[in-house]
């Protein structure tokens, strides 16, 4: 496998994700015109700018979790890295610790913790040996734990109201259709302060086409020269740090830092990968996939809401989904 096969494997991957993405991205529109006639309330103002907070966060995980899975891993502790880094954050917040304990001290803390948990995972992959599924469990379960050892099993209370006034503010705006302003929450901002980056890196620079490498042939691409230790390195603390970024985000819009919280939100962020065309195979995937996976997930559970549906209905529905799209990806995979 030589640098010039690596690229051509990769445009070819590319032109799939396009053609996946504007089919995803079509499915989104047909669910939110189809609720619009369905409900009187879900295309306002105040809807659809909380459709767009509610999805941000899964959003931001789940570009992490892609390229953990990419290379052919997983990344279980996101979740728990989210709720660890929103109990850092307040911790430091509420504590007199000088630069720590500003705002910008306490975050840059909070994402440097993030990217220490990335390189242990990696060190655990690479130098251990461990399956990706078994070291990011562990540390799933270690993050809680040691959270709750810290605050004794407590909340701690974020009384910075311009910490916590962040995530209710709004940047841009434009007339709606109801006759109301809508504004852009600044937590889907930072979903493209996080998905331009990431994209540039998967999609435009050697890095990137050597993630997709590994998880094609991790071995093949060792024997091209590719330095898979150093990528798969860098796919964990990319994706531990989308998942401390995350957790300051909720730490921000609950106004809380409890390590308890985001559970069950890595399951989330790995339906929103899978579901954006994501290949539990590793070697394919996308930013804009999860990105719009995530929001489609959103729809359907806030469509539900505004329907009255049993909440039950929403996990069914979502594991239809992903059985669907997991059965094609399949048959992808055997075809190639």
């Known amino acids: 496998m030589t640098d010039q096969t690596i690229s051509q494997d990769h445009q070819r991957g590319r032109r799939l994700d396009v053609l996946l993405g504007l089919t995803l991205l079509g499915l989104l529109l047909v669910m939110w015109l189809a609720l619009s006639i369905e409900t009187t309330t879900f295309w306002t103002a105040n809807n659809m700018a909380n459709l767009l907070r509610q999805g941000a966060m899964i959003a931001i995980l789940a570009i992490g979790e892609t390229f953990a899975i990419i290379t052919g891993g997983i990344d279980l502790s996101v979740g ?11 911790w430091l917040l509420v504590h007199d610790l000088g630069f720590a304990s500003t705002i910008a001290g306490a975050v840059a803390i909070s994402l440097a913790v993030g990217i220490f948990i990335g390189l242990f995972h990696a060190f655990g992959v690479v130098q251990m040996g461990l399956p990706p599924f078994i070291m990011t469990l562990a540390t799933m379960y270690a993050l809680r734990g040691i959270g709750l050892l810290i605050t004794n099993g407590s909340t701690i209370s974020i009384t ?3 910490f916590t006034g962040f995530s209710r503010s709004s940047f841009l705006g434009f007339p709606w259709t109801d006759g109301t302003w809508f504004q852009i929450p600044m937590l889907f901002w930072m979903v493209i302060v ?7 890196l998967l999609e435009q620079s050697r890095w990137g086409r050597y993630l997709f490498a590994i998880g094609s042939n991790k071995e093949a691409a060792r024997l091209s020269g590719v330095n898979v230790a150093a990528i798969t390195y860098l796919a964990y603390v990319v994706s531990s740090f989308c998942a401390a ?4 985000l909720l730490a921000m819009r609950i106004g809380i830092g409890n390590p308890t919280q985001a559970e069950g939100w ?3 962020a790995i339906a ?7 290949s539990l195979f590793g070697a394919v995937g996308s930013v804009h996939g999860p990105l719009i ?3 489609i997930l959103t729809t359907i559970n ?3 809401n505004l329907l009255n549906l049993n909440p039950f209905w929403q996990r069914i529905i979502t594991g239809f989904l992903i059985i669907i799209v997991v059965y094609f990806d399949t048959l992808r995979t055997r075809k190639r």
Do not use: H, K, R, W
């Open 160 to 162: 910075n109201d311009a």
């Open 194 to 200: 996080v998905a331009i980056p990431a994209y540039i």
């Open 293 to 295: 996976g995530s929001f």
């Open 266 to 268: 890595e399951l989330q």
């Open 272 to 278: 929103s990968s899978v579901i954006g065309g994501t």
């Open 80 to 90: 728990a890295v989210a709720g660890f880094t929103s109990m850092t954050v307040a």
């Open 302 to 304: 806030n469509g539900a």
């Open 245 to 248: 970024f995350c957790g300051v």
